[in-house]
């Protein structure tokens, strides 16, 4: 059973940074991208970084910039260091392995993030 327990999350003042961590179980981690999603108040689940097995990145253009995704495989964790946060930043942010517009197995439970001063 695929699992994900995403972590690090808390309320912020524009600016500032977060890193956010989740661990991975039941796949082997190294073969798969994995993906950063978020989903704001009232807005769709949206995919704002991916990184594949070979750390190749991209990110949505809203994040560019300010968003870097990495990834541990000897320990099947992903990371996403958020700085320049904004308010818009604001949303609960999952990870999965990215199927088309969105993630292939059950979602985590997420972990919010607050940007506001």
């Known amino acids: 059973q695929v699992q994900f327990v995403e972590s690090g999350g808390g309320l912020v003042q524009p600016g500032g940074s977060l890193r956010l961590s989740c661990a991975v179980t039941?796949?082997?981690?190294?073969?798969?991208?994995m993906n950063w999603y978020r989903q704001a108040p009232g807005k769709e689940r949206e995919s704002v970084a991916t990184?594949?097995?070979?750390?190749?990145?991209n990110y949505a253009d809203s994040v560019k910039g300010r968003f870097t995704i990495s990834r541990d495989n000897a320990n099947n964790m992903v990371y996403l260091q958020m700085n320049s946060l904004k308010p818009e930043d604001t949303a609960v942010y999952y990870c999965?392995?990215?199927?088309?517009?969105?993630?292939?197995?059950?979602w985590g439970q997420g972990t919010l993030v607050t940007v506001s001063s």
């Open positions: 999965n392995i990215p199927f088309g517009p969105t993630g292939r197995f059950a």
């Open positions: 990184i594949t097995g070979t750390a190749i990145t």
């Open positions: 039941g796949i082997i981690f190294r073969l798969h991208s």
